[in-house]
């Protein structure tokens, strides 16, 4: 199963601002699921702190995706 979660954040954020309008895509394979918190946990932390928005897509495992990457980029994600 395929799962998107979206946060944008606004001008509003932390940071000096040189993100804002930045979209990053994470791909979150959650086989081994502490570990996949605590990675994910830290990137979202980055993110929002340097302004940026994110878009999660979380799938079963690793070989899930290059096939979610490859229709992210052909959705224009």
Do not use: C, N
Not at 17 to 27: A, D, E, H, S, Y
Not at 42 to 56: D, K
């Amino acid at each position: 199963m395929v799962q998107v979660r979206s946060k944008s954040v606004g001008a509003d954020a932390a940071g000096d601002g040189r993100f804002k309008g930045t979209r990053i895509l994470i791909i979150e394979a959650r086989f081994y699921e502490h570990i996949a918190d605590a990675l994910v946990a830290g990137a979202v932390a980055e993110i929002e702190a340097m302004g940026a928005a994110y878009e999660r897509i979380v799938v079963p495992g690793a070989l899930e995706i290059p096939q979610v990457l490859v229709a992210a980029v052909a959705a224009g994600r």
